[in-house]
């Protein structure tokens, strides 16, 4: 691919793509491959199985170029999509249910939005560490969906257009996901105790 071909927006790629210059595909798949790939490794912790359903998410997306609308997302939005859900039924495939024990589970149900934000909100070393702590024990789709809105900056309507989950749904589940949080951080800080 020459120089003057990388400078082709995304348009005109899938327009010649859907033309029969099959091999422009190749340069659309390296503008975004990694990008991909890094969310994919967000679910899929092993780099090649990542590095596969990648693979598998960019061949989707090739079969399924002509269905590409651009009026309801950009490119973008519209692999991570098709790599968040294959990411997502690799892993549902491969999980291990992690269960919360009951009084963590009491204590979830239990626990307001202002005690989780508390909790949240201390920036303490030992806090942020039991965070770190914490997130590790969430559910990898939970991890990602954090990531998505809490470090990768995605909005509420682009995580929605990513993962097929309407906008009501992810901000619930988001507050949930904190509230899971500040449990875990509340049950590490109690067996620290002990």
Do not use: C
């Not at 989780?116 to 560490?129: G, H, K, N, P, V």
């Not at 257009?161 to 951080?185: E, F, M, N, P």
């Amino acid at each position: 691919m020459g120089i003057q071909q990388a400078n082709i927006d995304d348009s005109a790629l899938i327009k010649g793509i859907l033309d029969g210059q099959t091999e422009l595909f190749r340069l659309l798949a390296e503008r975004y491959a990694e990008r991909l790939l890094r969310m994919v490794r967000r679910l899929v912790p092993s780099k090649e199985d990542a590095e596969e359903v990648t693979q598998d998410a960019l061949l989707e997306a090739y079969r399924s170029l002509s269905r590409f609308d651009r009026k309801q997302s950009s490119l973008q939005t519209w692999l991570m999509r098709i790599a968040y859900h294959m990411a997502l039924k690799h892993y549902r495939q491969s999980k291990k249910s992690v269960h919360i024990a009951d009084a963590k589970q009491e204590w979830l149900n239990n626990m307001t939005d202002d005690e989780a934000d508390e909790i949240l909100s201390d920036t303490s070393t030992d806090r942020l560490s039991l965070l770190e702590q914490a997130i590790e024990q969430l559910k990898s789709d939970d991890k990602m969906l954090l990531s998505f809105y809490y470090y990768d900056d995605y909005s509420i309507k682009e995580i929605s257009q990513i993962t097929a989950h309407d906008g009501g749904y992810l901000r619930s589940r988001l507050q949930w996901i904190r509230k899971k949080l500040a449990v875990t951080i509340k049950a590490l800080e109690k067996n620290e105790k002990r």
